[in-house]
Protein backbone atom coordinates (compact mmCIF):
# COMPACT_ATOMS: atom_id res chain seq x y z
CA UNK A 1 0.00 0.00 0.00
CA UNK A 2 1.10 3.20 -0.95
CA UNK A 3 -0.35 6.45 0.36
CA UNK A 4 0.59 10.29 0.45
CA UNK A 5 -0.46 10.69 4.20
CA UNK A 6 -1.08 14.86 3.98
CA UNK A 7 -3.88 13.66 1.32
CA UNK A 8 -5.71 11.62 4.42
CA UNK A 9 -5.51 14.39 6.61
CA UNK A 10 -8.70 15.64 7.48
CA UNK A 11 -9.76 17.70 10.65
CA UNK A 12 -13.17 17.45 13.20
CA UNK A 13 -14.91 20.79 14.41
CA UNK A 14 -13.26 18.61 17.49
CA UNK A 15 -12.25 15.87 18.94
CA UNK A 16 -9.94 13.05 17.16
CA UNK A 17 -10.40 11.48 13.65
CA UNK A 18 -8.25 8.13 13.10
CA UNK A 19 -7.38 6.44 10.18
CA UNK A 20 -5.57 2.79 9.72
CA UNK A 21 -3.23 3.12 7.19
CA UNK A 22 -1.26 -0.85 7.72
CA UNK A 23 -2.89 -3.17 10.12
CA UNK A 24 -1.42 -6.58 10.24
CA UNK A 25 0.15 -9.27 12.97
CA UNK A 26 3.17 -7.20 13.36
CA UNK A 27 2.70 -3.76 12.61
CA UNK A 28 -0.17 -1.29 13.03
CA UNK A 29 0.03 2.04 11.69
CA UNK A 30 -2.84 4.58 12.21
CA UNK A 31 -2.84 8.65 11.31
CA UNK A 32 -4.39 10.90 13.81
CA UNK A 33 -5.67 14.28 13.37
CA UNK A 34 -6.46 16.22 16.39
CA UNK A 35 -8.71 19.53 16.31
CA UNK A 36 -7.12 22.38 17.76
CA UNK A 37 -7.50 22.30 22.26
CA UNK A 38 -8.24 18.48 22.09
CA UNK A 39 -7.05 16.53 24.83
CA UNK A 40 -6.27 13.13 24.75
CA UNK A 41 -5.76 12.02 28.74
CA UNK A 42 -2.84 9.81 30.48
CA UNK A 43 -3.02 6.42 29.15
CA UNK A 44 -0.42 3.71 28.49
CA UNK A 45 -0.09 1.12 25.37
CA UNK A 46 0.77 -2.23 25.88
CA UNK A 47 2.95 -2.04 22.73
CA UNK A 48 6.19 -0.32 21.80
CA UNK A 49 6.21 1.87 19.02
CA UNK A 50 6.49 5.63 18.09
CA UNK A 51 5.01 8.88 17.62
CA UNK A 52 5.76 11.01 14.01
CA UNK A 53 4.20 14.40 13.66
CA UNK A 54 3.53 15.35 10.63
CA UNK A 55 2.03 19.24 11.26
CA UNK A 56 0.69 21.32 14.05
CA UNK A 57 1.53 22.43 17.24
CA UNK A 58 0.89 20.53 20.65
CA UNK A 59 2.10 18.63 23.53
CA UNK A 60 3.18 15.05 24.01
CA UNK A 61 3.62 14.08 27.62
CA UNK A 62 5.75 10.86 27.98
CA UNK A 63 6.48 9.44 31.78
CA UNK A 64 6.39 13.24 32.82
CA UNK A 65 8.88 14.82 29.95
CA UNK A 66 6.37 17.67 28.45
CA UNK A 67 7.88 17.30 24.34
CA UNK A 68 6.66 19.81 21.76
CA UNK A 69 4.72 18.44 19.09
CA UNK A 70 5.96 20.13 15.74
CA UNK A 71 6.21 18.82 12.25
CA UNK A 72 8.80 16.40 12.02
CA UNK A 73 9.05 15.54 15.88
CA UNK A 74 9.61 11.35 16.46
CA UNK A 75 8.27 10.24 19.91
CA UNK A 76 9.74 6.74 20.87
CA UNK A 77 7.82 5.06 23.20
CA UNK A 78 8.19 1.67 25.32
CA UNK A 79 5.82 -0.49 26.17
CA UNK A 80 3.47 0.70 29.13
CA UNK A 81 4.78 3.74 28.92
CA UNK A 82 2.18 6.31 30.39
CA UNK A 83 1.34 9.22 28.20
CA UNK A 84 -0.93 12.01 27.15
CA UNK A 85 -1.03 14.78 24.50
CA UNK A 86 -2.83 18.41 23.77
CA UNK A 87 -3.21 19.59 20.42
CA UNK A 88 -2.69 23.84 21.15
CA UNK A 89 -3.85 24.10 17.19
CA UNK A 90 -5.06 21.38 13.75
CA UNK A 91 -2.30 18.68 14.33
CA UNK A 92 -1.83 15.30 12.47
CA UNK A 93 0.67 12.20 13.29
CA UNK A 94 1.42 8.93 12.71
CA UNK A 95 1.29 6.46 14.96
CA UNK A 96 2.83 3.14 14.64
CA UNK A 97 2.80 0.47 17.43
CA UNK A 98 4.66 -2.89 16.67
CA UNK A 99 2.91 -6.15 17.60
CA UNK A 100 4.51 -8.78 19.31
Known amino acids: MNEQIKELIEYPKKGILSKSIVGNNKLDVTL???AAGTEMSEHTSVKQG???VIE???VFNL???AIKMSPGA???MNENAVHSLKANEN?????ALVNG
Open 91 to 95: TSFIL
Open 32 to 34: FCM
Open 50 to 52: FVY
Open 74 to 76: FIY
Open 56 to 58: GDG
Open 63 to 65: EGK
